[in-house]
C-alpha cells in the first residue's frame, strides 16, 4: 500500500515557475514508477511526466516538454515536477501516481495509486 500526499501548488503568473512534490508513505517506494497527471475543468485527466523506479527513464507529454522537469528522491520518498514558464492553460489539479508495474508510462490505468491533487492556477 502506497500512500500519496502533493504539494506546492498554488496561483502564479504566467511565465512564473512552481515545485509540485509528492511524499510518499508505504514500503516499497523505490520499486513504483511515478508519473504526474492533471486534469482541467471539464477535461479528461491527462499525462503530463513519468519517471521509472531508479530514475533511469522519464517521459513528458509534449504540451511540457521542455518546460518541466520530474525528478525523485527514493532515499525521502519524494518525487516532484519542476514546472517553469507556466502557461494559463497548464492551470488544472495536478496528481501523482504511482505504479508497482514498468512500462506505458503514459497509461493512466496503470498507476493503482494517487493522490488527492493539488491545485495549480496559471494566471495571464
Known amino acids: 500500500q502506497v500512500q500519496l500526499v502533493e504539494s506546492g501548488g498554488g496561483l502564479v503568473q504566467a511565465g512564473g515557475s512552481l515545485r509540485l512534490s509528492c511524499a510518499a508513505s508505504g514500503r516499497s517506494f523505490s520499486s513504483y514508477d511515478m508519473g504526474w497527471f492533471r486534469q482541467a475543468p471539464g477535461k479528461e485527466r491527462e499525462f503530463v511526466a513519468a519517471?521509472?523506479?531508479?530514475?533511469?527513464?522519464?517521459n513528458y507529454a509534449d504540451s511540457v516538454k521542455g518546460r518541466s522537469t520530474i525528478s525523485r528522491d527514493n532515499a525521502k520518498k519524494t518525487v516532484d515536477l519542476q514546472m517553469n514558464s507556466l502557461k494559463p492553460e497548464d492551470t488544472a489539479v495536478y496528481y501523482c501516481?504511482?505504479?508497482?508495474?514498468?512500462?506505458?508510462?503514459?497509461?493512466?490505468?496503470?498507476?493503482?495509486?494517487w493522490g488527492q491533487g493539488t491545485q495549480v492556477t496559471v494566471s495571464s
Open positions: 501516481a504511482a505504479s508497482s508495474t514498468q512500462g506505458k508510462p503514459y497509461w493512466s490505468a496503470k498507476y493503482e495509486y
Open positions: 519517471i521509472n523506479w531508479n530514475a533511469g527513464s522519464t
